[in-house]
């Protein structure tokens, strides 16, 4: 199975990139990587998702390196309303299994 | 409006009560998602449906019980509720015919079981 691992938590400030790093090293050869966002009282919306190297959209990058037992979602410039948990999402046989996700804080 | 939609948005049930939990999509999405989500915490995946008549098990699905007579539609049911099925739940869909795809989820149902 391709279970997943985040951090719990990170921190940053207005302005600054952030990366949120996960670990999936059973990660079947036909497996995408998708990275969703939820803000509280929500559903999560999907934000990126990639095979292997790069992936870029008006959000978000997604890198993914050549053993792809991990991947790095980039969030460019973080604002406050970017304050929300992440989920990294990898196929998990015939089921779609999240991990605990990262809670991103975005201050002043 | 095309899209996913859950009702209720709340529910107060008593222990022991059956209660259903509606999910209905538009976009004739093939598979078809129930997560539960308890405070503070991550995702858990209870059933899940590939098609119309296809069911199968998630993470944790004791005590609940899905069917999906029309592509569209994909309730669940508590068939006892316990306090321990307080949560929020979330249904979702898949654009893809194939599982790994783009999910598209609905606003989720609050329950709260006394």
């Known amino acids: 199975l391709a279970k997943t691992t985040q951090p719990i938590s990170m921190d940053s400030y207005e302005g600054q990139e952030v990366n949120i790093t996960c670990s999936h090293n059973?990660?079947?050869?036909?497996?995408?990587i998708t990275w969703y966002q939820q803000f509280p009282s929500q559903g999560p919306r999907f934000i990126i998702q990639?095979?292997?190297t790069k992936v870029t959209n008006e959000v978000a990058s997604l890198f993914i390196p050549a053993d792809r037992k991990s991947s790095t979602l980039s969030l460019p410039r973080v604002s406050l309303s970017d304050t929300a948990v992440y989920y990294c999402?990898?196929?998990?046989?015939?089921?779609?299994?999240f991990g605990g996700g990262t809670r991103l804080m975005v201050k002043p | 409006d095309a899209g996913i939609t859950q009702s209720p948005r709340y529910k107060i049930t008593e222990t022991g009560r059956q209660v259903t939990l509606m999910c209905h999509q538009t976009?004739?999405?093939?598979?078809m998602f129930w997560y539960r989500q308890d405070l503070g915490h991550g995702l858990r995946l209870i059933y899940y449906s590939a098609a119309a008549d296809i069911t199968d098990k998630g993470e944790v699905p004791d005590g609940y019980v899905v069917s999906r007579s029309k592509t569209e539609n994909f309730p669940l049911t508590l068939e006892s509720a316990t306090r321990s099925q307080t949560s929020v739940y979330f249904c979702a869909s898949s654009e893809s015919d194939r599982v790994v795809e783009k999910l598209f989820f609905g606003s989720g149902t609050q329950l709260s079981v006394l």
């Open positions: 059973n990660i079947a050869t036909n497996d995408y």
């Open positions: 976009w004739s999405h093939s598979y």
């Open positions: 990639g095979y292997k």
């Open positions: 999402l990898v196929p998990s046989s015939d089921m779609l299994t």
